[in-house]
Structure formats: C-alpha cells, structure tokens
C-alpha cells in the first residue's frame, strides 16, 4: 500500500522561499512518476510540477515556472518542491501524488498535467503566502 506524507508548510511573506516535501511508503519510488498539485479555497485542483521517475524530465505550471523547482532522491523515496519568490495567489494546500510509470517518452506533458493520471495522494501540506 503506497503512502505519501507532505511535510514543510508553512507561513511566509510575499517574496520568500519554502521548500516542501513528501515521503513515500509502502512502493518502488524509483518506478513512479511524481508530481505536486495545488489547491486554494473555492477553486480546481491546479498542476504545479512534476517530475519524471529518473529525475531527467520535469514538467511545470506556467504560472510557477522560473520560480519553482521539484527534485527527487530515490535513495530516500523523497520528493521535493523548492519554491522561490513566493506570491499570494501562490497560497493553497500543497498535494503530493505518484503514478506507476517509466516510460516517459511515450506520454506527452498534458498526462503530467492532469491529476487523473495520479494513482495516489498525500493529505496535503498548506502553504499560505501573506504580508
């Protein structure tokens, strides 16, 4: 049974930096695909970033790009989120998710970008970016 556990939310100022993180349990990480979506009160679900399952391709958001980086460590199952100069609209709960998959070249970047693709989910961390 995989499990994903976010960690390292928080509270921070328009311009900051946070890191965040998920943990996974239970699985192969190396054979998985991971991604981080973002969701803010009243609205959809949004892709941030994804990463494929060696690390070599990452996929992001428009709307983050140049300011977030995702990262993985296989040896530690680990998945991480860098995100720099933070905005207010940047504020939500933060998803980890995973999906068997290590043949990245046989998807285009709209299966990253939809989390029906997504076989699991962390329970969120909430980044919330206010002065």
């Known amino acids: 049974q995989v499990q994903l556990v976010e960690a390292g939310g928080g509270l921070v100022q328009p311009g900051d930096s946070l890191r965040v993180s998920c943990v996974m349990s239970?699985?192969?990480?190396?054979?998985?695909?991971m991604g981080w979506f973002r969701q803010a009160p009243g609205k959809d679900r949004e892709f941030a970033a994804a990463i494929s399952w060696s690390g070599g391709t990452t996929w992001y958001n428009d709307s983050v790009k140049g300011r977030f980086t995702i990262s993985r460590d296989n040896t530690k199952k680990t998945v991480s989120l860098q995100m720099n100069n933070l905005k207010p609209e940047d504020t939500a709960v933060y998803y980890c998710?995973?999906?068997?998959?290590?043949?990245?070249?046989?998807?285009?970047?709209?299966?990253?970008?939809?989390?029906?693709?997504?076989?699991?989910w962390g329970q969120g961390t909430q980044v919330t970016v206010s002065s």
């Open positions: 998710a995973a999906v068997a998959d290590v043949t990245p070249q046989y998807h285009s970047s709209d299966y990253y970008y939809a989390p029906e693709t997504y076989e699991y």
């Open positions: 239970g699985g192969t990480f190396s054979r998985h695909a």
